[in-house]
């Protein structure tokens, strides 16, 4: 047993010190970047904000509606291939995710997918620390070399390295963060996600690859503070649950009419998305994720001006007149405790 000792944080531990600026107004601010991929070779441009993918986020009704943000989807793995065949899904802004699944059926997914230009894979596990999920990646890699991949989860430098050198373009960064997340709770597993964001950023940077900081920001200043912190991506679940485009017009109408309006936003490792799609909880697993009920907060363009506003006025602040120049820009400062 070895103890680390030194202070990790997360985003509430932290403020971003403001800084002298020559910017005259926040409407000035690029929140555009354009990424290089060590792998794929390929670039990658648009406002570098993921929805998760989870069933009740990364729908294909929300990747229409932030495409026209030019911002991210990665789409949830539980649709019917012909379901999303039919769907005019957009390449350039669409992730498509699998978990360790056979490589033909990847093979076969990606083909079948071919016309709508798709080149972005997620490949998702809650744990990336196996060795098989490293085999895994290197092997997808392998068979998809022009195709970026985006694979995690992980916490550590370590093994960002590890999957960026097995494959991987951009690492997913987060383990526990998330708001419906209930692996600290139920394993005491963890890394604080701020501290996660900087050393994982560090580490693949250091071999030109990228990071998506998964989970844990709750509010716009998160993801501010998340970027400043080095990330390249933000994947964003429950702020981004319980609009429109998260569900079918069926339940659209259950939550208008309902007495509360409230909207379930689970996580993928819950007993209810479990009960969904595999079945129930298997003997050997407990559940990892909670039920969370948000208010229904109406169309997602709304909540993309909160989060992008409040992003140019954070790169305003210290002086950044591009989102990639805030992490350059950005002095943390750590609260004194409450
Ligand atoms: P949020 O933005 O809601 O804080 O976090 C979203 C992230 O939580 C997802 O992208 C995913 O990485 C993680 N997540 C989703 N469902 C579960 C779950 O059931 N258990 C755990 N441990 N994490 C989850």
Redesign the pocket.
């Known amino acids: 047993m070895r103890i680390e000792t030194e202070r990790k944080l997360d985003f509430n531990d932290v403020l971003i010190r403001p800084k002298r600026s020559r910017l005259k107004s926040r409407g000035d601010v690029e929140l555009s970047r354009t990424f290089k991929t060590p792998h794929a070779g390929v670039d990658i441009t648009g406002v570098p904000i993921i929805a998760?993918?989870?069933d009740t986020?990364g729908t294909l009704k929300m990747g229409a509606a932030l495409a026209e943000h030019d911002m991210f989807t990665?789409l949830h793995k539980h649709y019917p291939l012909d379901e999303m065949q039919k769907a005019n899904i957009s390449g350039a802004f669409s992730f498509v995710t699998f978990g360790i699944d056979d490589i033909n059926k990847i093979d076969n997914v990606l083909n079948t997918l071919q016309s709508n230009s798709i080149n972005k894979i997620c490949l998702?596990v809650?744990n990336g620390y196996t060795e098989n999920f490293v085999d895994f990646i290197r092997d997808v890699r392998k068979h998809h070399p022009g195709k970026i991949i985006m694979a995690?989860?992980v916490a550590t430098p370590d093994m960002t390295e590890a999957l960026i050198l097995a494959g991987a373009d951009i690492v997913?960064v987060?383990?526990?963060?998330?708001?419906?997340?209930?692996?600290?709770a139920m394993t005491g597993i963890g890394y604080p996600q701020l501290s996660a964001i900087i050393e994982c950023a560090d580490a693949a940077h250091g071999l030109s690859g990228l990071i998506c900081a998964?989970?844990?920001?709750?509010m716009p200043g998160d993801v501010a503070k998340a970027f400043a912190a080095g990330a390249d991506f933000v994947?964003?679940?429950?702020?981004?649950?319980g609009h429109t485009e998260c569900m079918s017009a069926d339940e659209l109408k259950e939550i208008k009419d309902s007495d509360d309006g409230l909207v379930e936003?689970?996580?993928?490792?819950?007993k209810v998305?479990m009960d969904k799609y595999a079945g129930g909880v298997a003997p050997h697993r407990a559940?990892?994720?909670?039920v969370?009920k948000v208010e229904y907060k109406g169309d997602v363009k709304d909540t993309v001006q909160e989060i992008l506003g409040g992003l140019r006025s954070a790169c305003t602040y210290v002086g950044a007149s591009k989102l990639k120049e805030l992490s350059k820009r950005a002095t943390f400062v750590v609260k004194s405790a409450a």
């Open positions: 998760a993918n989870m986020v990665a998702d809650a995690g989860n997913k987060g383990i526990g963060p998330g708001s419906a997340c209930m692996t600290r998964d989970g844990g920001c709750r994947m964003l679940g429950g702020m981004l649950a936003y689970y996580g993928m490792s819950s998305a559940s990892e994720g909670r969370v």
